[in-house]
Nanobody, 124 residues
Framework: QVQLVESGGGLVQAGGSLRLSCAASGRTFSNYGMGWFRQAPGAEREFVGAINWTGTRPYYADPVKDRFTISRDYATNTVYLQMNSLKPEDTAVYYC?????????????????WGQGTQVTVSS
């Protein structure tokens, strides 16, 4: 089992920044690919980005590319999502997830473990 707890969400104005954290506990953190997803009201959960088990290859969905950055800290078993130049359309609940696929995946079904989510609201 892997337990994931997100934090760092909040209300920010358009153009601002937030950093989300995802603290992992349980099984060896370094064995998992980690992903971030988001879900806006009335919408399906969508892929934001992911990072491989070594932390060397992050990749992102087109809407957030060049604005968001994923990193991971093995000393604290934490994954981060740095979000810059935020837009109102980034408003959603953000979830981190862990996958046994070490590269991570764009497919939410590849992730067995999920956090509870953290709300991000971007005002215009």
């Amino acid at each position: 089992q892997v337990q994931l707890v997100e934090s760092g969400g909040g209300l920010v104005q358009a153009g601002g920044s937030l950093r989300l954290s995802c603290a992992a506990s349980g099984r060896t953190f370094s064995n998992y690919g980690m992903g971030w997803f988001r879900q806006a009201p009335g919408a399906e959960r969508e892929f934001v980005g992911a990072i491989n088990w070594t932390g060397t290859r992050p990749y992102y969905a087109d809407p957030v590319k060049d604005r968001f950055t994923i990193s991971r800290d093995y000393a604290t078993n934490t994954v981060y999502l740095q979000m810059n130049s935020l837009k109102p359309e980034d408003t959603a609940v953000y979830y981190c997830a862990a996958s046994a696929i070490r590269t991570g995946s764009v497919n939410s079904r590849a992730y067995a473990y999920w956090g509870q989510g953290t709300q991000v609201t971007v005002s215009s």
